[in-house]
């Protein structure tokens, strides 16, 4: 039983390079969410999606940033035009369809280490 | 004013103390509060998972939720070595919300 998979687990992109980072949930969880951490910070959501749709954007920045979960395939987030100050860990997190009133708590990937030169 | 506040530490402890983490928060809808535990350059690891306020015991360790004060607690019992890690509180409102994250607790236990 798979844990939250993704790939890679480092990546080094010059200025102005484009970063694909991808996310394969848990089997059977319908939603995935990505989350930043730079160094000496706590975990910062970015984006939360289900299938084929994007819930909540509110921490993606507004340019270069986007996020989709297709219906088939991993979950990808893509950073266009990369800059030194993108670098950091990103780790996906997945969970199961929320029970009726309730939540489902959120399960994490290792994580791809971003670096920018 | 920050969503989550948690002391970064550094904490270090003899082996078989009992460790106390803490966090405060400041939005009261916050109903469901989760413990992580983060090893250098891994993922983090779900530990606790509490709804609402109450007390929650799993081996060694015991989460505490107290709503009205906006406060909760880890504790970790005779703490081990393999405890060194960082330990990060976690906390959403409702289904399928993000987490809001302290900026965790760097923990060493001393052999």
């Known amino acids: 039983n798979a844990g939250v998979m993704q790939n890679p687990r480092h990546l080094v992109r010059r200025r102005g390079q484009e970063a694909r980072l991808r996310c394969s949930p848990v089997k059977g969880h319908s939603h995935v969410y990505w989350y930043r951490q730079l160094p000496e910070e706590g975990l910062k959501f970015m984006v939360y999606?289900?299938?084929?749709?994007?819930?909540?954007e509110s921490g993606m920045p507004k340019e270069r940033f986007s996020a989709e979960f297709p219906k088939e395939g991993p979950s990808i987030l893509r950073i266009q035009q990369v800059v030194r100050g993108d670098s950091a860990a990103y780790f996906c997190a997945s969970s199961p369809p929320a029970r009726q009133g309730g939540t489902d708590t959120q399960y994490f990937g290792p994580g791809t280490r971003l670096t920018v030169l | 004013q920050k969503e989550v506040e948690q002391d970064p530490g550094p904490l270090s402890v003899p082996e078989g103390a009992i460790v106390s983490l803490n966090c405060t928060y400041s939005?009261?809808?916050?109903?469901?509060f989760m413990w992580y535990r983060q090893y250098s350059r891994k993922g983090p690891e779900l530990l606790m998972y509490?709804?609402?306020?109450g007390n929650k015991e799993d081996g060694r360790f015991t989460a505490q939720v107290d709503k009205s004060s906006k406060y909760i607690s880890l504790f970790i019992r005779d703490s081990q070595p393999s405890d060194s890690a960082t330990y990060l509180c976690?906390?959403?409102?409702?289904?399928?919300?993000?987490?809001?994250f302290g900026t965790g607790t760097s923990l060493t236990v001393i052999p």
């Open positions: 509490t709804y609402s306020s």
């Open positions: 999606l289900q299938k084929e749709n994007i819930i909540d």
């Open positions: 976690a906390m959403s409102w409702n289904t399928g919300n993000q987490f809001y």
């Open positions: 939005n009261s809808a916050f109903q469901y």
